[in-house]
């Protein structure tokens, strides 16, 4: 597991684990585009974009090179006509698979029912 491990700035901290994952995921889309990506991949731009909903293709674009650059999304280009590009998750993302499940199943017990229009917030998004 050594090389697939991520740098931290904060070593020997107790809360430094912590701190750290929340780096990788802890931004608004990213959870989100692991989620997708877990539950469907490879998946292209637009279909990635479709899934998660909510996002511009620039946030997304933005979200996808910084999760490329923590190693935990790669792109690949598929050289069909046309040319288009596929992104996956890499073995380090996948390992992220218990903690998204663990936000979601946090989230189902404590968060209000969106589907109860009485407890529905309208979504805010990037665009």
């Not at 700035?9 to 107790?14: D, S």
């Not at 929340?22 to 877990?38: M, N, S």
């Not at 792109?75 to 998204?100: N, W």
Request: net charge negative.
């Amino acid at each position: 597991m050594g090389d697939d491990r991520l740098a931290v700035w904060c070593a020997g901290e107790e809360w430094c684990p912590v701190t750290a994952t929340a780096t990788v995921i802890g931004k608004k889309w990213h959870p989100a585009i692991v989620h997708r990506l877990l539950a469907a991949e490879p998946l292209g731009f637009n279909a990635l974009q479709a899934e998660v909903g909510g996002i511009s293709g620039k946030v997304l674009s933005e979200a996808l090179e910084d999760l490329e650059e923590k190693r935990i999304v790669e792109r690949r280009v598929v050289e069909q006509k046309p040319v288009r590009v596929e992104y996956s998750l890499t073995d380090l993302g996948r390992s992220l698979e218990p903690v998204v499940a663990a936000m979601g199943e946090w989230g189902t017990r404590h968060l209000e029912d969106a589907a109860d229009p009485e407890n529905a917030v309208e979504a805010v998004t990037d665009r």
